[in-house]
């Protein structure tokens, strides 16, 4: 993993200011810088450190939070100007990362809400991807992406309700992690959707998810739907003998050239390294539908969330727009919607029988420059995960023609993420993964 260096943690902390004071007036990855704090919380692990008293790999390390995510004494805005009032405790998963030493340096941009996928937000600004200038990080997690793939600090947290960790670590050259709903409880989160909303880590390596994710992962009293899970089993040791499902090429015929090349490319790796490809088909999938039910659902939920908030000040018009479909759709619709993801998580739970992992393009596109359209199918590989309640690991892609990553995501089956993360090692290797200059 990207381990505690032998710096001082309080030297890294510098190094990580200085940075974010020199690069981030043009990337605009943080909301809030928490510089006073962060020393504090790395002097401390310093004098930890010198006792022999480490609490572990990530003591002394920094890192970032999305702006959805609790932080004690800042106001949890997420992309918003409609919420003001400092939170008045950390979120389960910030408190764990600094009880076990991590210095927190800031809170990060993200698209508006949650609920879009490019980061151009209108309050706190367009987030851009260190890779490409004047092009999206993608999102909404884009200033969790930005601020790794910058060097503002080694891993951070964003959220990902259908692909918003995946996509921007996709855009970002970066490793996300999606866990199983359920392993990393989401108390002290504003939340798109509370039946999709996973919290997650990025970073340059998936070892360091691994770290981040085991101090994370637990049940927590003050959240429902966390979980005491089974466990990951044996983590493999070669990927000689591994079963990956593969879909059937008509699921990713809107996928760009360039991104089905790098996807092959991927596959032949697999292959060489021992691994068996099977041609898997998830009974009812349509990635096109899916990602639709799985909006409107995000949409309804959203709204009821907000509650009085979305008739206020501090949103922008587009976002209001979209919460004010969900709450005008018809309740029929938004039945069948949740029956859509009913049935999508029943059919993935029988696909993946027999299997190590499902493996898909993460987005169907590669980054592209902020004021270009859209795509509409950006999330429409990585909302399964999301509504099978499973873990799901994105690494990033070499590209053929040497441009922007693509990326591969691995979808395991519940409870697998360790798993996953050990995959993601045994893969590291592999000829086709992109690594950063």
């Not at 089974?230 to 983590?235: F, M």
């Amino acid at each position: 993993m990207t381990a505690r260096p032998e710096t001082a943690a309080l030297d890294q902390t510098e190094a990580a200011l200085t940075r974010i004071a020199a690069v981030d007036g043009d990337i605009r990855a943080f909301v809030t810088v928490l510089g006073d704090s962060a020393r504090a919380e790395a002097r401390a692990s310093d004098t930890r450190h010198a006792a022999g008293q480490s609490l572990g790999p990530l003591d002394g390390m920094p890192f970032a939070v999305k702006d959805n995510i609790a932080v004690a004494g800042v106001p949890t805005q997420s992309g918003t100007l409609a919420f003001d009032a400092p939170a008045t405790a950390d979120a389960t998963v910030v408190a764990r990362l600094r009880a076990a030493g991590a210095v927190l340096i800031g809170t990060l941009n993200m698209h508006e809400g949650a609920l879009g996928a490019t980061t151009d937000n209108p309050f706190w600004g367009r987030c851009m991807n260190p890779l490409r200038p004047g092009f999206t990080p993608g999102g909404s997690s884009g200033g969790s992406a930005a601020a790794v793939a910058a060097g503002m600090v080694p891993w951070t947290l964003g959220t990902d309700t259908m692909g918003s960790v995946r996509i921007p670590a996709a855009y970002c050259g970066l490793w996300g992690l999606k866990p199983t709903r359920g392993r990393v409880p989401v108390t002290g989160l504003t939340h798109l959707s509370w039946t999709l909303d996973s919290i997650g880590p990025l970073a340059r390596d998936p070892a360091t998810l691994g770290a981040v994710l085991a101090v994370m992962s637990g049940p927590d009293a003050a959240d429902p739907m966390s979980a005491v899970l089974q466990g990951d089993g044996a983590l493999p040791g070669t990927l000689d003998g591994m079963r990956f499902g593969i879909p059937d090429a008509a699921a990713l015929a809107d996928c760009e050239p360039v991104v089905l090349d790098a996807f092959d490319d991927f596959k032949a790796s697999l292959i060489d390294a021992g691994a068996v490809l099977v041609p898997t088909e998830v009974a009812g999938w349509s990635p096109g539908a899916l990602r639709r039910a799985g909006l409107l659902v995000s949409e309804v939920e959203c709204a009821e969330a907000l509650g009085d908030a979305l008739d206020g000040t501090g949103l922008s018009d587009g976002f209001r727009a979209m919460l004010d479909y969900g709450k005008r759709a018809k309740p029929g619709r938004i039945a069948r919607a949740y029956q859509q993801l009913q049935q999508l998580a029943v059919g993935f739970e029988a696909a993946i029988q027999g299997l190590d992992g499902i493996v898909l393009p993460t987005a169907p596109q590669r980054a592209f420059a902020h004021g270009d359209p859209v795509p509409a199918g950006q999330a429409d590989f990585t909302a399964l995960a999301n509504v099978a309640g499973a873990p799901a690991l994105t690494l990033p892609l070499t590209a053929r023609d040497g441009g922007l990553p693509c990326a591969a995501q691995i979808i395991g089956p519940r409870e697998s993420d360790q798993q996953l993360v050990a995959m993601g090692q045994l893969m590291q290797g592999l000829p086709p993964i992109w690594r950063p200059d």
